[in-house]
């Protein structure tokens, strides 16, 4: 059975294991006073949290993807001995990268 946080107006915070299909308290168990249950650290934010991660995941793969077509093109000019062109465009990918 999953723990439940509580808020009681008196006492301050509380836990309480119920089942998940209970209803929440309204009633503190130990002074009476008004209690609240907390929103469930465990359930909804790690869903969300996942969603996030998974977002952010891509987002990078994308960018290292497209830094790592830069790179390529700064290869390629080192390897036809064009010095002068690899510094110039290998100084271009650094900008990018800054500004990625
Ligand atoms: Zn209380």
């Excluded at 308290?25 to 996030?52: D, H, Q």
């Amino acid at each position: 059975m999953p723990i439940y946080d509580y808020k009681c107006e008196n006492c301050g915070h509380f836990e309480k294991i119920q089942k998940i299909t209970a209803p929440a308290l309204n009633e503190c168990p130990t002074c009476g006073g008004k209690a609240e249950r907390l929103i469930s650290k465990n359930v909804g934010v790690v869903f969300k949290g996942s969603g996030f991660y998974k977002t952010d995941n891509n987002t990078v793969k994308d960018r290292v993807r497209n830094l790592n077509k830069e790179r390529q093109v700064d290869n390629q000019a080192l390897l036809d001995g064009d010095t002068k062109s690899f510094v110039e465009q290998s100084e271009k990918t650094t900008q990018k990268v800054l500004e990625a």
